[in-house]
């Protein structure tokens, strides 16, 4: 029982951050209907950039996850300009393969520079033992940064001006344009969210766990499965998809080995799927 309360909350603030990642790519595919293969990348790119902040500039990382963020923003904004623009009304193959495209030169660039060894930040913080459960700093940390993120997101997204013109274009965007809303920028606006999500996912779990270049690839996969818990289209609920992910990590261990993680979260993915397309918790059409 006490190693499956370790689990459990190891499980529990590790899917905090999973639900960050998620984040990001259900905000793009609910706004502009774009499955975002470019995301485990992007992710990475905010490994990296906390890394490289640390280990060269002698930056915290909790200042450099709000650096991170910004080059999200501003690399989300640039790809969806270049790669993006010109396919949102093409045919879903069209904006798969561009973001494809996108996807392979971040992998070939990042290999060719940083290889693919792994890095860690060596970042020590407090612990707290409540009974048999030990809390790691960086891992609590982490997850209230995750929290704070997604109020902020709730809050961008319900209660400002440029929330609701994102809201608006992603219920209607003919009608979006009728009334005065700049959707070109809302989209591109939108998409830079979206790779900030991931660059801030990315670098919060530089802060407690070694990566590489590719290891975005596999935050992108748990993105897709999280995507359908917390519901298609649905940001906000991302962050329960992400907890009940986190929790099943944590859980399933317990009982078996840890190889059959992936197979039972793609078994709940296919179901999920089959049962209720659009999420557990239904996105917003």
């Known amino acids: 029982m006490d190693f499956i309360l370790a689990s ?54 909790y200042v450099g996850v709000l650096l991170a963020a910004v080059f999200g923003l501003l690399l989300g904004i640039i790809i969806y300009l270049i790669a993006v623009q010109g396919v ?9 393969l561009a973001t494809f495209s996108v996807n392979m030169i971040i992998i070939g660039i990042g290999t060719a520079i940083f290889s ?22 960086t891992r609590v ?7 704070l993120v997604t109020a902020a997101l709730y809050y961008f997204l319900y209660r400002t001006r440029q929330g609701k013109y994102i809201r608006a274009v992603a219920n209607n965007r ?8 700049p959707s070109n920028r809302v989209l591109a606006l939108s998409f830079g969210i979206g790779a900030m999500l991931a660059t801030i996912a990315g670098a919060l779990i530089a802060t407690f766990l070694p990566f590489n270049i590719l290891a975005g690839g596999t ?34 261990p317990t009982f078996t ?20 397309p659009n999420g557990l ?3 917003e059409q």
Request: hydrophobic share 60%.
């Open 281 to 283: 918790f239904g996105g």
């Open 116 to 137: 693919t060894s792994p890095r860690n930040i060596d970042l020590q913080l407090w612990s707290v033992s409540l009974g048999p459960v030990t809390l790691q700093g």
């Open 174 to 181: 003919a009608a979006a344009e009728l009334v005065g809303i």
């Open 219 to 252: 935050y992108e996969l748990k993105s897709f499965v999280i995507g359908v818990l917390g519901g298609l289209g649905n940001p906000v609920g991302a962050l329960v998809g992400g907890l009940i992910l986190g929790l099943l990590e944590g859980i399933v």
């Open 141 to 147: 940390v982490a997850s209230l940064i995750a929290v």
């Open 88 to 96: 949102i009304d093409a045919p879903h193959l069209s904006s798969l």
């Open 257 to 276: 080995q840890t190889t059959w993680v992936p197979v039972i979260e793609f078994v709940l993915f296919v179901i999920i799927l089959l049962v209720r």
């Open 8 to 61: 459990l909350a190891d499980g529990l603030l590790l899917g905090f951050i999973y639900g960050i990642a998620a984040m990001g790519l259900t905000l793009i595919w609910g706004v502009m209907n774009v499955i975002n293969l470019a995301h485990g990348p992007i992710i990475a790119l905010g490994m990296f950039t906390v890394y490289l902040l640390f280990t060269f500039l002698g930056i915290p990382p």
